[in-house]
């Protein structure tokens, strides 16, 4: 993959979970969410994430089926990123993101974390449906997906 900074999208129905590279190009950081309101404010809300981090490419997640072809939801997706690209002076690569979520879930419980429920050190952590619950692995899971992109494996 091409060196230099890369922001990725794991967009959802509610947050879109934020990753960037290092600008080597080499390793992949959950960055942030964006709370999904209007497609306006989120798209510019992504364009002045991609100046501020000085990305030079953004990478977008693609909800394949199984069997990897593009179904509706993926669908809905590309035109979305469609309306993005006008926000954006970067180029907009796809990224096939099955499997992300629950790899990122399981990359977070194997360091210790979890979206929800009890800790492996026994404490509490937020439940699902509570604040902060889910948003950590959303941004988790723009991670392994840039990670997979930037290791050329997708």
């Not at 080499?26 to 981090?53: G, M, Q, S, W, Y």
């Not at 194997?110 to 948003?135: L, T, Y």
């Amino acid at each position: 993959m091409a060196a230099g900074r890369t922001l990725c999208l794991d967009v959802g129905e509610r947050r879109i979970g934020v990753a960037v590279s290092d600008s080597s190009g080499r390793l992949a950081t959950p960055l942030t969410i964006v709370e999904r309101r209007a497609a306006e404010r989120d798209f510019r809300r992504i364009a002045d994430l991609v100046r501020d981090e000085g990305a030079e490419r953004v990478v977008i997640g693609l909800p394949r089926t199984l069997a990897g072809e593009i179904g509706p939801q993926a669908r809905r997706i590309q035109r979305w990123a469609d309306r993005l690209a006008s926000y954006l002076v970067v180029p907009l690569v796809f990224a096939d993101e099955r499997y992300s979520t629950a790899e990122a879930s399981r990359r977070l419980a194997g360091a210790g974390f979890a979206a929800s429920g009890e800790q492996p050190d026994g404490r509490r952590r937020a439940r699902a449906g509570q604040p902060g619950a889910r948003v950590y692995l959303d941004a988790a899971a723009a991670a392994v997906i840039l990670q997979d992109y930037l290791d050329g494996t997708v």
